[in-house]
């Protein structure tokens, strides 16, 4: 199993970015699949998740109505959709693969498979 994230960069204050992750030894339509990202000397933030079937998805009140995540299963890639971006998104982003119970906060649940994580800076 692998999780490759890109499309991490630096961008100003207001700009958009698309970060995707690939995956390869499973089918991400059959896992619950979630972004993750920590900023220097924080712990993690589940940022987004999507349950296998798609209809369920969790956004933190942080990036609410700004990110949106999706996937692609003919390309067996998840994307987060990043808009009007604030220094405070400014993180390693990582994707991660598990299981999740969407009655609870993605945080509590256990991620199996992480990707190695792409930055995402936001400055003027």
């Known amino acids: 199993v692998q999780l490759v994230e890109s499309g991490g960069g630096m961008v100003q204050p207001g700009g958009s970015l698309r970060l995707s992750c690939a995956a390869s030894?499973?089918?991400?339509?059959?896992?619950?699949m979630s972004w993750v990202r920590q900023a220097p000397g924080k712990g993690h933030e589940w940022v987004s998740a999507?349950?296998?079937?798609?209809?369920?998805?969790y956004y933190a009140d942080s990036v609410k109505g700004r990110f949106t995540i999706a996937r692609d299963d003919a390309k067996n890639t998840l994307y987060l959709q990043m808009n009007s971006l604030i220094p405070e998104d400014t993180a390693l982003y990582y994707c991660?693969?598990?299981?999740?119970?969407?009655?609870?906060?993605?945080?509590?649940?256990?991620?199996?498979?992480w990707g190695q994580g792409t930055q995402v800076t936001v400055s003027s």
């Open positions: 991660a693969s598990g299981t999740w119970e969407s009655d609870y906060h993605p945080g509590a649940m256990e991620w199996d498979y």
């Open positions: 030894g499973f089918t991400i339509s059959s896992a619950d």
């Open positions: 999507i349950n296998a079937g798609g209809g369920v998805t």
